[in-house]
């Protein structure tokens, strides 16, 4: 079976955006919000993984870069984020045409 996690990531960010569009008249904050929100997700599962990785189990071994330590992310996880940002940056072009 397929990942599907990116289209579903994407799919919320743009609900996200588009609340934050239709409500607020705002598409550029609602598409930030949606995308930040698995940015930061992402990058928290790539501190984790780092942890389990190269830091022994123990998040006291990590560096403050850990997260951004390219080894800790995969193409799935890069996807993650990646199909939620351009999602939201294409809803936001066509919102301001």
């Known amino acids: 079976?397929?990942?599907?996690?990116?289209?579903?990531?994407?799919?919320?960010?743009?609900?996200?955006?588009?609340?934050?569009?239709?409500?607020?008249?705002?598409?550029?904050?609602?598409?930030?919000?949606?995308?930040?929100?698995?940015?930061a997700r992402e990058h928290t599962q790539a501190e984790y993984r780092w942890i389990a990785q190269f830091g022994a189990g123990k998040r006291a071994n990590m560096p403050w870069w850990g997260g951004f330590d390219r080894r800790a992310w995969n193409i799935p996880s890069m996807l993650d984020w990646v199909l939620p940002v351009l999602a939201c940056a294409t809803v936001y072009l066509v919102s301001t045409l």
């Open 1 to 39: 079976m397929k990942d599907l996690s990116p289209l579903y990531h994407a799919v919320l960010a743009i609900t996200l955006q588009c609340l934050f569009g239709m409500l607020a008249g705002n598409w550029l904050e609602g598409g930030v919000i949606g995308c930040i929100w698995f940015i």
